[in-house]
């Protein structure tokens, strides 16, 4: 998709280097294009020079287009991409949905109450555990469970999507890759099978207007648990977003939710639908299956890889440059790749090394991503606090030569640069 034109504006972008119009630390007080160039309204919540470093990144843009458009040159669109949940927003869009189907009855217990069919990596004991909290009859179409009304079959679906273990300590998930798969969040979008998407998107919409109207800080109860009530858009990102889509950025977003509900969301902050990459999930006959389509060589219904961590590389080369196979799992050349990325997750990692402008970081204290982010190798992350409700400093450095960086078998390594060296402890020092 797009990806000459993505070439050739990332090619520009670093010819730009040497006059000072891409965003360094010695560039980002003096952004430069032209009178037209779109610059971010917003200013508070942004800290130190970030704001002035993304709008000399922008500025370069405009220039380039200005250029192209001088000498008669097709217009290209450089690539940007966003995480969503805690990125664009304040909380995370999948549980509210999650919340929300807990709370209307809205999941659908699986044939012959086999919950080990809901998961490849569901372990015997959350299987056991979910049969024992939510019973069902051998119907070949199951009804949704009583949830709003059963309190210990809501718990047990809690426990197990949200801290991947059983209301009694037993591990939920096992047996997966951890730098492509996040059985949690596959599970949400498993669980949705039945469905269609139209029908997830309204369950989504529902969910969204509640969150969006409670107030700052509510909970709602489900099950026996308080969960949190409300999620906010950051004005900051909105602002971000729309200026870049002016400067003629191709924006997308990339999500570890299901894919109907972030096209729900995404559309708050001007984002299309056909511009969300989301966990998707097969069909059979107009509805979702609970197996998951595929990415590089990974196929659909393989189940083995979401966008999450390295497979949010996958999904991005695949979806979005229109790399083919295996080679999507790969990195592409620097003049391929998205020129600013946006993340506050260890879940994002991957795709924000892989930006060749700016890495903008939202600082929650995940280790992977802030060993990286103050690590700051090439010059090119910049650190924000959480646009509400910033984390407070963290008291011990992160823990980047020992066991800053998980592994595909679970293991805590330490984080490592390209070259292979090792990334000191860092200090939390933007909160």
Not at 291 to 312: A, F, N, S
């Amino acid at each position: 998709m797009n990806s000459p034109l993505r070439t050739a504006a990332v090619a520009a972008s670093l010819a730009l280097a040497a006059t000072g119009l891409l965003p360094t630390a010695s560039a980002a007080a003096r952004p430069a294009g032209p009178p037209d160039c779109p610059t971010l309204t917003v200013s508070e919540g942004w800290y130190g020079d970030n704001k002035a470093r993304l709008d000399a990144l922008i500025a370069g843009q405009c220039a380039t287009r200005a250029h192209d458009a001088r000498h008669g040159h097709k217009g290209v669109k450089p690539l940007a991409v966003f995480d969503w949940d805690n990125t664009v927003i304040k909380n995370d869009v999948g549980d509210a949905t999650f919340f929300w189907l807990l709370r209307h009855d809205r999941i659908r217990p699986p044939h012959h109450g086999e919950w080990r069919t809901t998961s490849r990596y569901l372990t015997p004991e959350a299987a056991d555990a979910l049969g024992a909290a939510c019973p069902t009859g051998a119907r070949s179409l199951p009804t949704a469970a009583p949830t709003a009304t059963a309190t210990r079959c809501a718990d047990e679906l809690l426990a197990v999507y949200g801290t991947g273990a059983t209301t009694g300590g037993r591990t939920a998930f096992a047996g997966y890759d951890h730098r492509r798969m996040e059985p949690q969040y596959a599970w949400l979008a498993q669980l949705l099978r039945g469905w269609t998407a139209s029908e997830v998107r309204s369950f989504a919409a529902a969910a969204r207007a509640e969150n969006l109207a409670a107030p700052q800080g509510a909970t709602q109860r489900v099950g026996s648990r308080q969960v949190t009530g409300w999620v906010r858009h950051y004005d900051q990102q909105r602002d971000l977003i729309r200026t870049l889509q002016r400067a003629g950025f191709d924006v997308w977003v990339v999500s570890a939710s299901p894919e109907p509900v972030v096209d729900v969301w995404a559309r708050g902050v001007g984002i299309d639908p056909s511009h969300t990459i989301g966990i998707r999930n097969t069909t059979e006959h107009g509805r979702l299956t609970g197996h998951l389509q595929g990415c590089g060589g990974v196929r659909d219904g393989e189940d083995r890889m979401i966008p999450y961590i390295d497979g949010k590389r996958c999904w991005i080369n695949q979806e979005v440059l229109g790399v083919p196979g295996p080679a999507a799992e790969r990195v592409q050349p620097a003049a391929r790749r998205q020129l600013l990325a946006a993340g506050d997750s260890d879940t994002d990692v991957t795709f924000l090394r892989d930006a060749t402008g700016l890495r903008l970081v939202l600082n929650r204290n995940k280790n992977e991503l802030m060993c990286r982010a103050y690590d700051n190798a090439d010059g090119r992350w910049i650190v924000n606090p959480m646009f509400l409700d910033p984390k407070k400093p963290r008291t011990t450095p992160y823990p980047c030569a020992t066991t800053g960086y998980t592994a595909a078998d679970g293991t805590a390594q330490p984080v490592r640069r390209a070259d292979g060296s090792v990334v000191p402890d860092q200090q939390d020092t933007v909160f």
